[in-house]
T-cell receptor, first 111, second 112 residues
Framework: EAQVTQNPRYLITVTGKKLTVTCSQN?????MSWYRQDPGLGLRQIYY???????DKGDVPEGYKVSRKEKRNFPLILESPSPNQTSLYFC??????????FGPGTRLTVL | KQEVTQIPAALSVPEGENLVLNCSFT??????LQWFRQDPGKGLTSLLL???SQREQTSGRLNASLDKSSGRSTLYIAASQPGDSATYLC???????????WGAGTKLIIKP
């Protein structure tokens, strides 16, 4: 089944404790992206990757890191999480010109 | 700068009605436009993708149209059902499908 998977689905952590949210797709898509969704602000892009070893900042990259060492994986790293990074995070993948597929989301709470 | 607006922000209709959701964008130079559905606390499901050269796309009871010259897209839902209740988002592709500009969504409630 074609899908985008994210782990964990839910995470509660404390300020400053490094964490990684994994994202994996099995569709051989070259493009992957991370979004965050907050009430009243809609979906905002954090980082995206056009292919292996090619990443770029989206609209709200501060406080986040990404890497794309393999085509299927695109982890999101929070080196020192803060409460303002409490949000619902989505990973997405696509091939050029075609629809984007989204993961189920990761709900992160930073205390 | 491209901006995407969805009106209304919320809509409540009785079951069985045909309805139209609107999406407008400020720059007609788009690559494509997608409609998504999001259920509460869940991920996004792509409903329809319209390429810039197309006028409409259909899937089951859903029909999406695109008028680039007027900067508008509509999502038509025929014979609405309670299971259609969700938030519907439109997103415009910039120079490729890679980067999307999002509308804020229309929250749709279908009353049994």
């Amino acid at each position: 089944e074609a899908q985008v998977t994210q782990n964990p689905r839910y995470l509660i952590t404390v300020t400053g404790k490094k964490l990684t949210v994994t994202c994996s797709q099995n569709m051989n898509h070259e493009y992957m992206s991370w979004y965050r969704q907050d009430p009243g602000l809609g979906l905002r892009q954090i980082y995206y990757s056009m292919n292996v070893e090619v990443t770029d900042k989206g609209d709200v990259p501060e406080g986040y890191k990404v890497s794309r060492k393999e085509k299927r994986n695109f982890p999101l790293i929070l080196e020192s999480p803060s409460p303002n990074q409490t949000s619902l995070y989505f990973c997405a993948s696509s091939t050029r010109g075609y629809e984007q597929f989204f993961g189920p989301g990761t709900r992160l709470t930073v205390l | 700068k491209q901006e995407v607006t969805q009106i209304p922000a919320a809509l409540s209709v009785p079951e069985g009605e045909n309805l139209v959701l609107n999406c407008s964008f400020t720059d007609s130079a788009i690559y494509n436009l997608q409609w998504f559905r999001q259920d509460p606390g869940k991920g996004l499901t792509s409903l329809l993708l319209i390429q810039s050269s197309q006028r409409e796309q259909t899937s089951g009871r859903l029909n999406a149209s695109l008028d680039k010259s007027s900067g508008r897209s509509t999502l038509y839902i025929a014979a609405s059902q309670p299971g259609d209740s969700a938030t519907y988002l439109c997103a415009v592709g910039r120079d490729s499908n890679y980067q999307l500009i999002w509308g804020a969504g229309t929250k749709l409630i279908i009353k049994p």
